[in-house]
């Protein structure tokens, strides 16, 4: 098993809630498929490589279970969890019900757009440099937005909450697309465009594409479709054990 001893540093700031910051580390580390599936989790060599006790440490452990991320099991303690299809798509089902609805207020409601426009803006360039890591964590931020400016910051956070399953399956496979981010950021145009226009079900359409395009890849059928890393060598990305 890959234990999270091989990760690479990170500092904690004292100061802000450990918890939230371990659980958000781990989290990355899991969707950017850094832990794989099968990855040990190592409480001791963990809490001694951040400088941090293990009580913030288990509510982030807790958390990421809650989410189906990790696992524990008896006699091994917490894993990283397998990949499950029926919670891949479960997740995409419930995260486009609530970003239908998000986006059906705001052409509703018409409300100002312009704290979008930063986040458009580093996109446009990720997408020009085919950077998808960049667009990869801008899209968070601009889905989240979306929601605090339609007055339905929950609804992100349920998403968040019911995503992982997607974002560590579509990291990966989305990156080596060519092209990917350029489309994914023309998607979000689109949305802003039927915001703009005041059709809430054209920009509930346009939402429901766009975070339905993950199951294109047929990432259901990842025990057959993916690269040797993700099947049974469980070897890290980039080929290395």
Known sequence: MISVSKSPSVAIDHALPIASQVYDYL???????SLLPGAKISETVLSQQLKISRTPLRAALQKLASEGLIQTRPQVGSIVAEWN???????VLIR????????RRLAETKPDLTPLEPVLTIQKRAAELDDYATFFSQDEIFHAKLARI???PTAWKLAMSIKGHVDRQRYTMMSEIPKR???AFEEHLKIIE???????????????DHVNSVLELGLQDHETDLPTEFGQTKKP?????
């Open 27 to 33: 989290r990355m580390r899991i969707v950017q498929n």
């Open 96 to 103: 486009a019900a609530l970003e239908m609805e998000v986006v």
């Open 150 to 152: 339609a007055e339905l």
């Open 181 to 183: 981010s350029q489309r």
């Open 237 to 241: 990305l980039g080929g290395k054990s």
């Open 194 to 208: 039927e915001i703009r226009t005041g059709s809430p079900s054209s920009a509930a359409r346009a939402m429901r």
């Open 85 to 91: 299809n029926a919670q891949l798509l479960e997740a």
